[in-house]
């Protein structure tokens, strides 16, 4: 079993990521899809058409607390779903409590104990890992065990499906904090689990679930309004692209030295930004926001604003910042960063250019 610390840091990614910085309705707009919900009478089934999994899960546990959640991706930059259990007398209070707070208010410290307080209150009850079946042979041959490339150290291997290798895992959960009422219900909804594995199904994995091997062909503007074009990767031999929202408090915290860097990359490296929340060129107040973070961060580099063109990568993005390696062709190489990293960016730009 993980450690509550190493617990506590995944919840960070899972909570914040997708609840403070705003990818909620990123998610939610996914779902609707991508997600197919059949109501038959005493159970729903969810078809999750980017994992290519189908959930039977009766409403009496619905009501327990149970819930689908996903797909995301998870810190090892594999798709994955989750089944969660929530009680919700709590955790709808402590979500509701944090979005009620000016953006000012919300310290680390209280992002910190939001955290601690869900989970205590919400565990992850099943999640299904997907890997590449060429990925998942060369790991297993290479010596590694199907839980080592989970984030769980009880996964197994569940299944194959349209080129993956599924590993499954059931955490082992701690009750801490849990009073008698709550403890009776998780445990319950612990118990329907095993019966919710067996009744897991097997479909086709939709396209849009998948990161694109290469960037769409598009036209848009810049911050400076001047006209961009894919052609712009042709110009490098590596494009740093940082996927960012002007809602987002970890994508503001690291643009200053996002600026920096710009400033002293190779010649033949880039970074460029992808603005994911101006709606469109009459969208004045996400530029007029966007525009006052670059000025303020001192960062000078090129910024996009995002359009239609840019659907099927932005269709994929699981949130803010998401940060991707394209080559001049504009293919896209190595894996995205989910999450703030820019100690990652550079390494991963530093392997590159020595071949690793």
């Known amino acids: 079993m993980k450690s509550k610390k190493s617990l506590i840091k995944l919840g960070s990614a899972i909570f914040i990521s997708f609840m403070l910085i705003g990818c909620e309705e990123t998610n939610i707009e996914k779902q609707e899809k991508t997600q197919t919900v059949t109501d038959t009478s005493n159970s729903e089934i969810f078809e999750s058409h980017e994992t290519g999994l189908i959930f039977h899960i009766p409403k009496e546990y619905q009501e327990k607390g149970i819930e689908i959640e996903g797909p995301n991706i998870d810190e090892k930059g594999h798709n994955s779903i989750r089944i969660n259990y929530y009680y919700k007398p709590i955790t709808d209070k402590l979500f509701n409590d944090l979005m009620a707070l000016p953006q ?3 310290t680390e410290q209280i992002q910190q104990e939001f955290i601690e307080n869900m989970y205590k209150h919400s565990k992850c009850l099943l999640e299904i890992t997907l ?3 060429d990925e998942y042979n060369t790991a297993i041959k290479s010596g590694k065990k199907p839980n080592e490339l989970s984030y769980w150290n009880n996964a197994e291997e569940f299944g194959k499906n349209d080129g993956y290798v599924y590993l499954i895992a059931i955490p082992d959960n701690d009750t801490d904090g849990m009073e008698t009422e709550e403890k009776a219900q998780y445990e319950e909804c612990l118990s ?3 019966t919710a594995k067996e009744n897991i199904e097997f479909t086709e994995i939709n396209e849009l679930g998948k990161l694109p091997k290469q960037m769409p062909k598009f036209i848009t503007k810049d911050l400076k309004g001047n006209t961009v074009t894919e052609n712009i990767f042709a110009e490098k031999d590596l494009t740093v692209v ?3 929202g002007t809602f987002c408090n970890p994508c503001i915290e690291e643009m200053p ?3 920096e860097w710009a400033k002293i990359m190779p010649e033949n490296v880039q970074l460029i930004g992808i603005i994911s929340d101006i709606a469109n060129e009459n969208d004045t107040m996400h530029y007029n926001l966007a525009v006052e973070i670059m000025e303020k961060a001192k960062a000078d580099f090129t910024q996009l604003i995002v359009n239609e063109d840019f659907e099927s ?3 994929w993005i699981p949130g803010v910042p998401t940060t991707l390696f394209v080559d001049k ?3 896209i190489v190595g894996k995205p960063i989910i999450g703030a990293d820019v100690d990652g ?3 991963f730009v530093e392997n590159y250019l020595n071949g690793k």
């Open 104 to 106: 000012e208010e919300l």
């Open 131 to 133: 890997i590449e079946e």
């Open 192 to 194: 329907y689990i095993q």
């Open 242 to 244: 940082n996927i960012w």
């Open 257 to 259: 030295e996002l600026g």
């Open 313 to 315: 990568i932005m269709y």
């Open 329 to 331: 062709n504009g293919n």
């Open 345 to 347: 960016y550079k390494k």
